[in-house]
């Protein structure tokens, strides 16, 4: 287990070091950061002084050798456009992009469990056949327009809901989250649903193919014969057992909700990582960019490893220690 | 192709039919967007266009207003980055800082000159300017303002750590000054330098006993975001919002709102709909596609003015005349040999070939005016008969062959696709209008974040671009059309390279004629000259459009900022 584990992490800071590589030889290709933030009047004078403060006046190897030298001792650099470091910056705003996240994925999972079950259960009722429209619909639908109407909807037509912003927050853990007040509840629900949509569809899908498939297995046929309740057979024999496509699909999806909300964040205005980053690209503030995408690195490895982890308990014949 | 403008007809009729099409107009404009962000890549994202269809929706809705509000709530487009007054010149910066803290000249809503800090100022010498300042004026802490703030601020400007966009330029011209008493300060400069009051409507003054020491991390927590300014921060979540109250001792007015909730909502049309659903009340940046709608609307008032930015195409002067321009070969697509755009006959065929007009009607939906020099009618060093060249394509053919082209040549004309109002499709239209009189032009938009570089390293031989001008003619004068150098400090967006020792003569005398009457005549004299040669080619001047519930009013600003102390409660009806 601890090989495994140990093998996984010499993995992740390959891949760290190889997407840092990436980033600063690709952001390099697009332009040049000085020319974007500077004034349009600023004269030469200002112009170098502004390529020296942002210490780009070196070749870009040494450029990239300055800043692995800061990254061992835990300093990402300072962000070209708020003078802050960018990992706090990225960290200030992660609690609301998690928060929406973790909201997303519960809810896809508590509505699109329970739907997909039943939908492979009674395969030919019309509730079911119901549900796999709406399915399809949650599949197609592009985020942004969803979004657009249920503000449309929700807050210009009927005034439920509040169309943009977090609104309030309490402290816990000495961080800031919505979920805790009320205001920020009414302010979660829309961009959580928004994000959850496709979540639900792809949850129904793969529950009720896997208890469509798993239900003409022989040990459910067997279970059955031996006269056990379809609750039993339902939800420990099948249920367990449709469960893995399930946790890996919710894994991955967790990961890409966390690190490409970017949609849904600026359609609500959620201060999240995702409107950073955005941000971040079009002003090439390099030390944002490379250190969003370490840190997304870091959290898929995170969630693949929890995924492989989840496996064996689900399953035991799955092993951990491969060869 | 340019859209199709709606027929006009009724508002009663229009917001029927706007009421019946919605959801048809509002699955259209939402694939189109799809679409377009693909295209885009990571571009300004995804830009409104359902919006059109929500505000019609909106329309039916209806609803009562509120009272009066004792909170001011404002959606902006862009994200402020730093509560640093100094730290990075950059507008939605510029305008928050503008509420906290004060220059010793403000500036009118239409940039006219206006006393702030200062109460008066002249020149008592050719390098001595004299300030005098207002007195009983407090920080938001208590402390008092004097000369030593001012002294204090200016020799900040050049000395913020990792500044990507210093204000330094404004003290540079600045060799030495003299506190003549608490409240009289004089500034030296080596040459005469009459520009320098314009240049004291950039510098917000901070405390010397505050600000010591002071930090961008210090400002941006909003600690030390102390000015003498309007309004006082509260609080400050980067990226987010800024919570502000008012100054009840603010010496210019205080404000009608006890509070004011700035917050950025980058999305167009998310900005839009938070206006229709009362989340905010005011927004600025509002998208052209929705104007025409959002101004039916009964709840709401729309404030607008010709601005200072003016959209225009840069054409390659670096190349001579026997020379081959980058991204021009001749009908078959070889080498030309020569570059045309050194004629200027071929520049003005390229100029008088745009339809101004159908530009600013169609496309921009009204929201800017055809232009045929820098600066907007009402502003300093504007030419009242230079007036924006007329669509004449025939005329453009004629120059053509005049100019040895009767059957054209081949031109790649480049442009932003997320900098300006509608950039790339405005370079769409000229490309068109271009192809018509036989110059058979190929469009290319990109990011500008790739687009600005390449223009920058003379990468193309046309390219659209805008300029946010100061109110002052040499401003754009010296930036684009004075010849590249180091030692003036011009030519910082001279990307075609013009270059015109007679035009260069007449700005150098420009630059340093004290006598207000004077300096105007030299620079109309320039602005006739760059006119006359075609040295970039002006297309409009944008129009700035904000708007707000019906309960309030605004005076609409030419320098595009967004400042709650521009809004007020509308009178009661």
Do not use: C
């Not at chain 2, 990075?88 to 509420?99: I, K, T």
């Not at chain 2, 004097?146 to 990507?164: H, I």
């Amino acid at each position: 287990m601890s090989v495994y584990l140990l093998r996984r992490l010499i993995q992740a800071l390959g891949v760290v070091f190889a997407m840092s590589v990436i980033v600063f030889i690709g952001v390099y290709a697009i332009g040049d950061p000085v020319e974007i933030l500077i004034s349009p009047d600023a004269d030469q004078i200002e112009r170098e002084r502004a390529v020296r403060a942002l210490g780009l006046d070196l070749p870009l190897w040494q450029q990239y050798l300055v800043f692995l030298g800061k990254a061992l001792r835990g300093d990402l650099g300072n962000s070209f456009v708020f003078n802050e470091p960018a990992l706090q910056l990225i960290l200030q705003r992660m609690p609301a992009t998690l928060e929406l996240a973790i909201a997303a994925t519960f809810g896809a999972v508590l509505i699109g469990l329970p739907l997909g079950l039943y939908a492979g259960l009674r395969p030919n009722s019309v509730g079911s056949k119901a549900i796999m429209a709406g399915s399809i619909l949650g599949f197609s639908l592009p985020t942004f327009w969803v979004g657009l109407m249920l503000i449309m909807v929700f807050a210009v037509q009927l005034g439920w809901l509040p169309s943009t912003g977090r609104g309030d927050t309490a402290e816990f853990l000495g961080l800031q989250w919505s979920f805790l007040t009320l205001d920020g509840l009414s302010h979660l629900l829309m961009p959580a649903l928004n994000l959850a949509l496709f979540k639900i569809s792809l949850v129904i899908r793969l529950t009720r193919a896997g208890v469509r498939e798993t239900m003409l297995m022989d040990y459910v046929k067997f279970a059955r014969a031996k006269g056990l309740s379809p609750f039993r057979v339902t939800f420990v024999h099948v249920f367990k057992n449709i469960l893995i496509p399930v946790v890996t699909v919710t894994g991955l999806e967790f990961g890409s909700t966390i690190a490409f909300s970017v949609v849904t964040e600026s359609i609500f205005a959620w201060p999240g990582m995702g409107k950073l980053i955005i941000d971040s690209i079009n002003v090439l503030d390099r030390p944002v960019i490379v250190a969003y995408l370490m840190i997304i690195v870091l959290l898929f490895i995170t969630i693949n490893l929890i995924v492989d982890l989840t496996y064996s308990l689900l399953d035991p014949r799955v092993r951990l220690e491969g060869k | 192709m340019l859209p199709v403008r709606r027929k006009g007809s009724s508002s009663a009729k229009a917001a029927r039919r706007q009421t019946s099409l919605v959801p048809a107009g509002l699955l259209q404009n939402a694939f189109g967007e799809i679409r377009d962000r693909r295209e885009k890549a990571l571009g300004k994202s995804i830009r409104a266009a359902g919006i059109a269809a929500i505000s019609a929706w909106a329309l039916a809705a209806g609803g009562a207003m509120a009272q009066a509000p004792t909170t001011l709530t404002m959606g902006v487009g862009s994200p402020v980055t730093s509560l640093d007054p100094h730290y990075h010149q950059l507008s939605p910066n510029n305008a928050v800082s503008d509420m906290i803290f004060d220059k010793l000249v403000e500036t009118d809503d239409k940039a006219r000159m206006q006393p702030g800090l200062a109460s008066e100022w002249r020149a008592v010498g050719p390098t001595v300017w004299e300030f005098k300042l207002r007195p009983n004026v407090r920080f938001h802490n208590g402390s008092a303002f004097t000369a030593e703030d001012v002294v204090f601020t200016l020799q900040r400007l050049p000395n913020v750590p990792n500044s990507p966009s210093s204000f330094a330029a404004y003290s540079r011209p600045i060799v030495r000054m003299e506190i003549v008493d608490p409240l009289t300060i004089r500034f030296h400069t080596a040459s005469p330098y009459p520009l320098l009051p314009l240049d004291m409507t950039n510098v917000r003054i901070i405390d010397a006993q505050t600000h010591a020491n002071a930090t961008t991390e210090g400002f941006n927590s909003g600690q030390l975001a102390i000015g003498t300014g309007p309004f006082r921060v509260v609080q400050h979540r980067s990226g987010d919002r800024i919570e502000f109250e008012r100054n009840n001792e603010y010496f210019d007015g205080v404000s009608p709102f006890e509070r004011v909730s700035y917050r950025m909502v980058t999305n167009d049309a998310a900005r839009t709909a938070a206006l229709l659903a009362g989340d905010l009340d005011f927004i600025d940046q509002v998208p052209t596609t929705d104007l025409a709608r959002l101004r039916n609307d009964q709840r709401l008032n729309i404030s607008e003015t010709v601005g200072l930015r003016l959209i225009f195409l840069g054409l390659d002067h670096l190349r001579a005349a026997n020379e081959n321009s980058p991204l021009i070969t001749d009908n078959d697509g070889r080498p030309l040999g020569r570059n045309p755009l050194k004629d200027v006959r071929v520049r003005r065929a390229l100029s008088i070939a745009i339809d101004r007009t159908a530009i600013t009607s169609r496309l921009m939906e009204g929201a800017a005016t055809p232009a045929g020099q820098f600066l907007p009618p009402g502003t300093f060093s504007h030419v009242p008969d230079v007036q924006a060249p007329a669509y004449d394509p025939d005329g453009a053919r004629r120059l053509l062959a005049e100019a040895g082209y009767p059957n054209g040549f081949r031109i790649q004309l480049n442009s932003p696709n997320d900098r300006y109002i509608n950039d790339a499709r405005i370079a769409q239209a000229v490309g068109q209008m271009w192809t018509r009189v036989g110059v058979r032009t190929a469009v290319e938009a990109q990011t500008w974040a790739t687009f600005v570089g390449r223009a920058g390293r003379q990468e193309y031989s046309a390219f659209l671009i805008g300029w946010g001008s100061n109110p002052d003619g040499s401003h754009p004068m010296r930036n684009i059309i004075g010849t590249v150098s180091r030692e003036k400090g011009w030519g910082a967006s001279n990307r075609g390279r013009y270059s015109n020792p007679e035009l260069d003569a007449l700005l150098d005398q420009a630059l340093v004629e004290l006598d207000e009457k004077k300096r105007e005549e030299m620079l109309i004299r320039i602005q006739r000259m760059a006119a006359e040669d075609v040295a970039v080619i002006p297309i409009h001047i944008q129009t700035n459009i904000w708007a707000m519930r019906r309960n309030l009013t605004h005076a609409a600003r030419v320098d595009e900022l967004t400042r709650a102390q521009d809004v007020r409660p509308a009178a009661a009806r």
